[in-house]
Nanobody
Framework: VQLVESGGGLVQAGGSLRLSCLAS????????MGWYRQAPGKQRELVAR???????NYKDSVKGRFTISRDNAKNTVYLQMDSLKPEDTSVYYC?????????????????WGQGTQVTVSS
């Protein structure tokens, strides 16, 4: 199983970016998916999370600016980031709780993407 992110980059404050993350491999089911971020010298933190049923939760500082969504048919999660601020600058990581099968046994595991850099200039 692989998670591949795309959509990061450099944007001015007030601008927008859209991150995408595709889960691929021998997947039986993708449960919750989420976006985390980690700035230099800081701990990784949850930005937004969405269940397979579409329930969402957000870090307080991004509420009203970021929107998480998913396409279950494509095993893809998105993060629409609007009104970006310099403090949103970070490496953003995709995370997914995925059910796989191997030799007739089911396995549930947390997977991470490689990260994508988001830089917001003031």
């Amino acid at each position: 199983v692989q998670l591949v992110e795309s959509g990061g980059g450099l944007v001015q404050a007030g601008g927008s970016l859209r991150l995408s993350c595709l889960a691929s491999g021998s997947i039986i089911r993708v449960n919750a998916m989420g976006w985390y971020r980690q700035a230099p010298g800081k701990q990784r933190e949850l930005v937004a999370r969405i269940t397979s049923g579409g329930s969402t939760n957000y870090k307080d500082s991004v509420k009203g600016r970021f929107t998480i969504s998913r396409d279950n048919a494509k095993n893809t999660v998105y993060l629409q980031m609007d009104s970006l601020k310099p403090e949103d600058t970070s490496v953003y990581y995709c995370n997914a709780d995925i059910l796989t099968m191997d030799s007739d046994s089911l396995y549930r595991h947390d997977y991470w993407g490689q990260g994508t850099q988001v830089t917001v200039s003031s």
